[in-house]
Every structure is written in C-alpha cells, then in structure tokens.
C-alpha cells in the first residue's frame, strides 16, 4: 500500500476527475463530528479522523467550546483584516453554517494544504482540519477538500456502547449519572448528574483518566498525589482533609480528600481523588467532585464506580 497514492493519482489523472465521495456519513470513533470520507480516506486508528493508507493525507476532528464557533463567525463578519491568516469564509453544512479557511504550509520539508472548518454543535464547536502533501494536491483539491467539508454532520450523542467500547479499561457500574461524556476518545470519559453539559460545573460528576510519569516507589506516592491534586481544574481555596494510601481492587492506590470552592459556580465543593497505581509508571485517576450539602449521598456512588473499573 506504500505506493498508494502514486497509482491513485494516476488513475484520477487519467480519467480527468477528483476523487469521488463515499455514500455516507461516518463518526469519527467516539466523536459527535462525521462527514463524507473522499474515496481513499478511511478512518485513522491513532487519531480521531481519517487519512490515506500511506498517512499522508489526513482530516482530524475535535470538540471545542461553544465559543470558539462564535468568535470565528465574528471575524468572517467583520470588516477588518486578520493579522493572523486568511479570513475564514462561510461553508454551508449538512448540520449548517461552518467557516472555512484554505492556506499553503509547510510541514517539515514539504509543501502542504491546509484546511481547517468550524461549525456550531449548541453546546460544542465541531473542529475539522485536513492536511494534502502538494503533489497530491490536484486530486485531493480545494474544490475536492471542500466538496468533503460540506458534508460535515454533528450528532447529539455518542451512542453510550460506543464510548465505553473505545476506553482501555471496562467501565461496569454507571451509577445512575445521566450524563457520559467522553472528553477524549478512547481516554478520559466524565459521568455526570447534569442534564445537560452547561450545568455540568453545579451537579456531581466523576472524570476518569489514564495518567503516565507516576513515582513507582510507594514511599513517593502520598507527595505525588497531593502535587497532582493541587491541579484539579475549577477549584480555588481548596483544603486537604484527607490523603492517604488504601488498596482499590487489590491494587495499591491513593485517596485524597478536599473541600474547596467551585470556581465557575462560586459554591463550596468536596472532592475525591483516587489514584490506582497499575504496573511501571501508570495509573488511573478518578476526580469526582459535588456540592459539599450532597456529598454523603453521591461519595458511595462515585465508590461504586471506581470499584467497578476492570482492566481490558
């Protein structure tokens, strides 16, 4: 397959056409943004998106924060220049109204394309950028680049089998959250007792992570839990009320306690972080935090979960 692309351009030059677009809509794994893959792109299995069998050509998707959509739609709308690049251009959408932008690069040595799109999911942004070597370029060409953009969909939902099915670990207790989110396919998955994502800060929820570069000693471990627990996002004030070492399913682990103050909600919180260090320099770190008034009834339910975790 190395030689993939060099017989593909060919054939395309011979017949005088683009590369023709696949009959349907496929998701990114794990990812609420699908499009219609150009013939020869199939879905990437080290990142979510699509490339060519050789790896150089590629089209990666990404969730945003609602407001990067809105502040790219008001630099398309205004008047002034964009010191930073091209301006983006409207790209009307299979899901509406996205804003494009077309540049020349390079990537090491080689002359590239780049194209990047964003489009409002309400609550996300869709992000989808491609990258076209230039002596590709007059197959995967702008017009052939942008014919794929305009088939762009946003879902609502990741079906739940779906984000559990790409995690490395099993994920066998839910307890009744009603929101699961994958925050990084394949990664970092939250459950939260929010309705929707906008409210997730003023509910209990629980986000679940691998992490590497963790001490292999255990007399080490109780420093680096307090270290990494002064990294818990959204928190000020926070206080330490417990840390100490405990075993989670026959596996050395690391409880830390802190009661704080959400900073996004202005509301006092108390947190929970286990560490479950697994073999060499990982482990799995779960942060479940929520209003202090609810913590004896959510805390049994974020156990239930972490005892529930089950390696792959």
Same mark, same amino acid.
């Given at each position: ?5 060099h017989?593909?351009? +060919? ?14 809509v496929?998701? &990114?794994?794990? *990812?609420?943004?699908g ?10 299995k ?16 990404a ?17 002034a ?13 299979? *899901? ?5 932008i077309?540049?020349s690069?390079?990537n ?20 989808v &950028?491609?990258?076209?070597p230039?002596?590709v &370029? ?14 762009v ?7 739940l ?5 790409l995690?490395?670990?099993k ?14 396919p ?19 929820? +629980?986000?679940?992570s ?12 109780s ?7 002064a990294?818990i ?12 070492? +405990? ?7 690391f409880e ?6 959400n ?19 990982? &482990?799995m770190?779960?942060?479940g ?11 049994p339910?974020?156990?239930a ?8």
């Amino acid at each position: 397959m190395r030689h993939f692309l060099h017989v593909f351009a +060919i054939l395309c030059l011979l017949s005088g056409a683009n590369p023709s677009l696949a009959s349907d809509v496929i998701y &990114a794994p794990g *990812s609420r943004i699908g499009l219609v893959p150009l013939i020869g792109l199939n879905p990437a299995k080290t990142f979510p998106g699509f490339e060519t069998a050789d790896q150089r050509v590629k089209v990666v998707v990404a969730e945003l924060p609602a407001a990067a959509f809105r502040d790219v739609e008001t630099v398309a709308k205004s008047n002034a220049v964009d010191p930073r690049g091209p301006k983006p251009q409207g790209l009307e959408t299979a *899901s509406g109204q996205g804003y494009f932008i077309v540049e020349s690069a390079k990537n090491g040595e080689d002359n590239v394309r780049r194209y990047s799109m964003v489009i409002s999911g309400g609550t996300f942004s869709g992000y989808v &950028a491609a990258q076209v070597p230039e002596n590709v &370029a007059k197959i995967y060409s702008d017009e052939a680049v942008q014919k794929m953009f305009a088939t762009v969909a946003l879902r609502k939902e990741v079906p739940l089998e779906e984000q559990l099915g790409l995690l490395p670990f099993k994920l066998s207790e839910l307890s009744s959250f009603k929101l699961i989110r994958t925050l990084t396919p394949g990664a970092v998955i939250l459950l939260s007792d929010a309705e929707t994502e906008n409210n997730i800060d003023s509910r209990a929820f +629980i986000i679940i992570s691998p992490i590497g570069s963790v001490p292999e000693r255990p007399d080490d471990r109780s420093r680096f839990a307090r270290d990494v627990a002064a990294t818990i996002p959204n928190l000020r004030e926070g206080r330490i009320t417990m840390s100490e070492p +405990i075993r989670i399913n026959g596996s050395p682990g690391f409880e830390t306690r802190i009661d704080g103050t959400n900073t996004r909600t202005n509301t006092p919180v108390t947190v929970v972080q286990w560490l479950v260090f697994g073999s060499g320099k990982t &482990a799995m770190r779960l942060i479940g935090s929520t209003p202090r008034s609810e913590w004896s009834d959510v805390f049994p339910r974020f156990r239930a979960v972490r005892d529930g975790i089950r390696p792959r």
